[in-house]
């Protein structure tokens, strides 16, 4: 898709371009409200600032349905095929690494009660690993404005990728 093409198309079909990016509905329309743009740079600057702050609500949200690292998202989706081409650097091939992601995410989610998330896109598993047991260390709070960014980081690199 092109920038053109989005500029142009109507309200819904210009939603369903940017929802596989995070699903956040204010996120969503923010940035779709606020065309037309002139280049890609200006659409990723509207999409950070409405990436910010994100709720723990919304963040909650948009991760329900987020696969954990090292697993492969199921369907034919927009959302599911953008995650299993960031995650095409995590490959389970290496066991020790992939059991250590199994155990990290457990220990992940039942520590923050929510997915692990990272942006994974150019990161190798062993990379991811060694996120993950450091920000095994953050609190609570910490670890919701680590999220949040990560989080502001996919979504951008998304509609980047779509757009650009």
Same mark, same amino acid.
């Given at each position: 898709?092109?920038? +053109? ?17 995070? +699903? ?49 998202? +199921? ?6 095929? /953008? ?67 990560? /989080? ?13």
């Amino acid at each position: 898709m092109k920038l +053109d093409a989005f500029n142009l198309a109507d309200r819904d079909a210009a939603q369903a371009i940017v929802r596989p990016c995070v +699903d956040i509905d204010r996120w969503v329309d923010a940035v779709v409200d606020a065309r037309p743009y002139s280049n890609v740079e200006e659409v990723v600057e509207v999409a950070r600032r409405a990436a910010a702050p994100w709720t723990e609500a919304e963040i909650d949200g948009a991760l329900a349905h987020h696969p954990r690292i090292g697993e492969r998202a +199921d369907g034919a989706n927009a959302e599911a095929n /953008l995650s299993r081409s960031e995650q095409a650097g995590v490959d389970p091939a290496d066991q020790s690494v992939a059991a250590a992601l199994v155990a990290g995410n457990r220990a992940y989610e039942e520590k923050f009660a929510r997915v692990f998330l990272i942006r994974a896109a150019g990161r190798s598993a062993p990379e991811i690993l060694e996120a993950l047991s450091e920000r095994m260390q953050n609190t609570p709070e910490a670890e919701i404005m680590v999220v949040a960014e990560q /989080l502001r980081e996919i979504a951008v690199l998304r509609l980047e990728g779509i757009l650009g």
